[in-house]
């Protein structure tokens, strides 16, 4: 059972008493904006017209034994926020908790998943390392700047954006048992991308890299080209480049630079070849390639690349 991202949930927005009281019932997880968090740390809501709170241990899972610090609930207000209605008492005054909803999504998705298993997550934010994601209820997950595709880039936003909706591939458990992401294995092989050009083309592409002996330019997320040198262009560059030849063997492809374009083209979704499922292997290079690159899930050990 997949549970959806914070902002995803169910909106209790316009629910009469009778309706939250039969979410209350059934356990229904919730989403609501937090309007304020007061000076005893506890969340502050207005749900269906009626007044609610959350108190400060219900916040989130692992408040209680400092896993969670209290910076995680502060940057909650003004922003969605997911609960199961825990009491209905005078007034009527709601009270929730966020805690139990992000235990029961541990215990009932999160915790069963597998290395290798494919999942759908929200970016929530961006930092230099890698891109911080919701896989449900408010639960974080790293997806690692080195795992969002095969050619390297500068930045996590060079690829994604917050608030973009992710298919991803569990890598492996960090040693506090938090989920580490990937999104290359899903972004297909060099030969899967090299198949959707040919000799002769002429494309669009970024530089990601000025090296002494060429240029290395970007033409898929999982597959990038060759061009010889120049002290004209730099990483981020976008360039229209003519495919002069296609080396399946070598996994190269030589590229000429035809011209530097003016303005970068905007960012589209990566293509996924992969989208749901299980992955116990995923092999990169091409049949008969000198090279083997590719990644092995393993629930006995880290997801490793060879």
């Not at 959806?4 to 229904?28: P, Q, V, W, Y």
């Not at 989403?31 to 709170?53: E, R």
């Not at 290395?216 to 480049?241: K, Q």
């Not at 116990?280 to 393993?298: I, L, N, P």
Request: aromatic share 6%; with cysteine; glycine share 8%.
């Amino acid at each position: 059972m997949e549970y959806a991202a914070e902002d995803r949930i169910l909106s209790c927005t316009g629910f009469s008493l009778a309706k939250l009281n039969e979410a209350m019932r059934r356990g229904t997880i919730l989403q609501s904006t937090a309007l304020l968090y007061d000076t005893d740390k506890n969340l502050h809501f207005t749900i269906g017209g009626f007044p609610a709170l959350m108190p400060h241990k219900e916040c989130a899972d692992g408040l209680e034994s400092g896993a969670v610090r209290d910076i995680a609930v502060i940057t909650r207000v003004g922003r969605p926020t997911c609960f199961v209605i825990t009491g209905i008492g005078p007034g009527p005054t709601l009270t929730l908790s966020r805690a139990k909803a992000q235990q029961r999504c541990k215990k009932e998705y999160l915790n069963r998943l597998r290395p290798g298993d494919i999942i759908r997550c929200t970016a929530t934010h961006i930092e230099s390392f890698g891109v911080f994601c919701d896989v449900g209820c408010g639960i974080s997950a790293l997806l690692p700047i080195d795992c969002l595709s095969v050619s390297r880039i500068s930045s996590p936003a060079d690829r994604v954006q917050v608030g973009q909706q992710l298919t991803c591939v569990v890598r492996q458990r960090d040693d506090q048992g938090r989920l580490v992401l990937s999104m290359k294995e899903l972004l297909g092989s060099w030969q899967q991308n090299a198949d959707l050009f040919q000799i002769g083309m002429t494309v669009l592409g970024i530089v990601r890299s000025v090296e002494d002996y060429g240029v290395f330019i970007e033409l898929t997320p999982n597959l990038a080209g060759l061009a010889e040198y120049t002290d004209a262009l730099s990483p981020g560059d976008a360039v229209s480049v003519y495919i002069k030849n296609i080396l399946p063997q070598k996994m190269k492809i030589k590229l000429v630079v035809l011209s530097k374009l003016s303005e970068r083209p905007k960012p589209v979704p990566p293509r996924l070849f992969i989208d749901g499922g299980h992955l116990d292997e995923w092999v990169y290079s091409c049949q008969g390639a000198k090279r083997r690159v590719g990644t092995v899930f393993s629930e006995k050990l880290p997801a490793r690349e060879g």
